[in-house]
C-alpha cells in the first residue's frame, strides 16, 4: 500500500512537472533571451565612450562610476538570487528587473551628471547580473527534466545571439541618432522581453 502511495505520488509529480511545460511558449522564451541586454558587455562599453567623449567626463570619473556601480552591483547578487529563488512566479521577478534596468537607463539619458548615473548605472549592473539566475530558475521551474539540458543551451545560444545583434543595434542608433538614443533601446528592448514572459502563456508547448 506505501508503494502504491509513492506510484501514485511519483505519477503526480511527473504531471505536475509536465504540466510546467505549458507556461511558456518554447519561442517566447527564445525571444525573452535574445531580447535580454547584456549590461557589462554591451550597454557598459558605450556609457565609457558617451561619458567620456560626449559628456567630457575625466577618464577618472567614469572609471569610478562603472567600478562602484560594478562592486555593488556584485554584492547585491547574493541576496537578489535570495529572492528570486524565493519568487513563486519567476516570470515576475524577470519582469521586475528589467523595468529596473530600464528605469536607469533612462536616468543615464536624461541626467548624465554624476550621482544620478552613478545610482542608475548601479541600478543597471543589479537588474543586469540577476538576468541569468532568473532565467535558470524560470528554466527549472517550466521544463521537466528530460528537456532541461537542451533548453539550457538553447537558452545561451539565443542570450549570445541576442548580445551580437543588440551590439549591432548600439552602433547603428548610436551612428544615426543623438548620443543619448542607444539608452533608450534599454526600455525598448526590455518591453518586448516582457512582453514574451508575462504574454508566452499557451496550452500546450511542443519542443524545448
Known sequence: MAHRAEQDGGQDEGQDEAGTAKDLHPRKFDLLNLTLVDVNG??????????????????????????????????LQAPLGAVIDRARDKRWAIVAALMAASAGAVVIALWPQFWPVLLAFTVLTAAGSSFTPTIAGLTLGIFPKARLS????????????????????????????????????????????????ILGEQADAPGA
Open 42 to 75: 554591451g550597454l557598459r562599453p558605450y556609457l565609457n565612450v558617451f561619458l567620456l567623449v560626449h559628456r567630457e567626463w575625466s577618464a577618472t570619473t567614469v572609471g569610478l562610476v562603472t567600478t562602484l556601480a560594478g562592486l555593488v552591483g556584485v554584492g
Open 150 to 197: 537542451r533548453r539550457m543551451g538553447r537558452n545561451s545560444a539565443w542570450y549570445r545571439a541576442g548580445n551580437v545583434v543588440i551590439a549591432v543595434l548600439i552602433a547603428l542608433v548610436g551612428y544615426g541618432f543623438p548620443d543619448r538614443a542607444v539608452f533608450f533601446l534599454v526600455p525598448a528592448l526590455s518591453f518586448a522581453a516582457a512582453a514574451a514572459a
